[in-house]
């Protein structure tokens, strides 16, 4: 197309487009297949400018599109549970149902834009439902994500409820409810692009926002991080008694930006998860056997036969009992201290918690007080004793004796 020298356009055709004519013509002359069964009223009749038959046409077509589309997918689906024994247990089956319905809706869509075209609908009508049938397609791929996301996060959703563990249930939802949110305002800009709208202005706004949202919420996010290690690292769980830092007690409820914990004194303490992920955690719901470690302190006059009675008497009392563990437990005389002579005991105790261990703690001790009540001799008391003695000074002879032997001692060497 160029302008004349009137200003007004002039369209100019090759010579290959001339003899083509006719050739468009002849096709331009076969009657569509909607032309053929519509009866000659509702040729007649038109509106927006296409006859009441093609828009008929086009509602049998979509309703056909449809069952076919629906016959397809039970069939196929059919199929697949009878030759794949995995899609009729979760999360199979679930995954198999969640692509039912969005590829029944892509498949009419597809069956509706080529039947369309085949039986010769108007093509003003067919520009009118191409934004329909984008949208249609779009909307089937957004549902099907949508959908796979409450397959996986339900089945994620029931495997920590069956282990207990709560706080991984509280960040499924959240991460469910987070992902949706995205979905949906990633949806609304591709259809809202799909339909001729300028959505790069509401996308630079939205990235401003998000950067604004994240400086605001940067406490927020760092709480979030943070019970994402504690489920990850599972280092507590609801109801273990531990230390975290200087707090001891049992741990209440981890949820998504805080943990509580119920302390002995029975108050609550909130402990933000940013924090308690960089704090050293002492766990002692987790211990396997609980460790027995005592020393006793003798007095001072108790003899050496006394100890050698008592490191017997004592190894036999221990050794004994049945929640002991023998590998190790020793009891060993480690020690003259500046009050007392001290008996080291070391052993693990196999309880199934720490009332029980109690108990057999509490059966050693008795037992071991008897042994050292039978031997005679007690336990010691910080004390002191005081020694008041005239001072005999130095002993002259010995001093003599010392003196004479390095005098022979110097006189060897000289020779």
Same mark, same amino acid.
């Given at each position: ?32 297949? !909607? ?25 049998? %077509?979509? $309703? ?11 069939? &196929? ?7 794949? /024994? ?9 995954? $198999?149902?969640?692509?039912? %319905? ?33 949208? !249609? ?21 029931? /495997?920590?409820?069956? /282990? ?23 949806? &609304? ?5 799909? %339909? ?19 400086? *605001? ?18 280092? +507590?769980? !609801? ?7 200087? $707090? ?50 003798? /007095? ?10 008592? &490191? ?24 003259? *201290?500046?009050?007392? &002579? ?6 693990? $105790? ?21 042994? +050292? ?18 001072? #005999?000074? %130095? ?8 003196? #004479? ?11």
């Amino acid at each position: 197309m160029t302008k004349g020298p009137d200003g007004g356009p002039v369209w100019k055709f090759s010579s290959q487009t001339v003899q083509r004519v006719p050739i468009v013509a002849e096709e331009e002359a076969v009657i569509p297949l !909607v032309n053929k069964v519509t009866p000659a009223a509702l040729e007649e009749k038109k509106v927006s400018g296409v006859s009441v038959g093609h828009w008929l046409s086009v509602l049998l %077509l979509a $309703v056909a599109a449809y069952l076919l589309a629906w016959i397809c997918t039970r069939l &196929l689906f059919f199929l697949v549970a009878l030759f794949w /024994r995995k899609a009729r247990r979760e999360p199979a089956a679930g995954i $198999v149902k969640a692509f039912a %319905l969005p590829l029944r809706m892509y498949l009419a869509v597809s069956v509706f834009v080529v039947s369309s075209q085949q039986a010769g609908i108007s093509i003003l009508l067919r520009q009118r439902f191409a934004p329909i049938t984008v949208v !249609v397609a779009v909307a089937a791929v957004l549902l099907l994500v949508w959908r796979l996301i409450d397959v996986v996060t339900q089945f994620s959703e029931r /495997r920590m409820t069956y /282990r207990k563990n709560m706080a991984g249930v509280i960040a499924v939802l959240f991460v469910r409810r987070s992902v949706k949110i995205a979905l949906m305002v990633l949806g &609304l800009i591709i259809l809202l692009g799909s %339909l001729g709208f300028d959505v790069s202005t509401g996308i630079a706004a939205l990235g401003i926002g998000g950067i604004a949202l994240a400086l *605001g919420a940067q406490k927020t996010v760092e709480n979030f991080l943070g019970s994402v290690t504690l489920i990850a690292d599972q280092p +507590i769980r !609801v109801g273990d008694f531990c230390k975290i830092g200087e $707090v001891v007690g049992t741990v209440e409820q981890i949820g998504m930006l805080s943990t509580r914990i119920r302390t002995l004194a029975r108050t609550l303490v909130t402990v933000p998860n940013r924090e308690l992920s960089s704090l050293q955690i002492e766990n002692y719901s987790h211990r396997d056997r609980f460790w027995f470690h005592p020393t006793f302190g003798l /007095r001072f006059e108790t003899t050496p036969d006394q100890l050698r009675y008592l &490191l017997v008497e004592l190894r036999e009392v221990l050794y004994a009992h049945p929640k002991v563990d023998p590998n190790p437990a020793r009891i060993r005389f480690t020690e003259i *201290g500046a009050d007392s &002579l001290n008996l080291e005991i070391f052993a693990y $105790v196999n309880a199934i918690d720490f009332n029980q261990f109690l108990e057999v703690q509490e059966d050693l001790y008795l037992r071991m007080m008897d042994v +050292i009540e039978d031997s005679g001799t007690g336990f010691a008391f910080p004390s002191q004793t005081l020694y008041v003695a005239r001072d #005999k000074g %130095l002993s002259e002879e010995k001093t003599a004796a010392v003196e #004479k032997q390095v005098r022979k001692w110097r006189e060897n060497s000289n020779d």
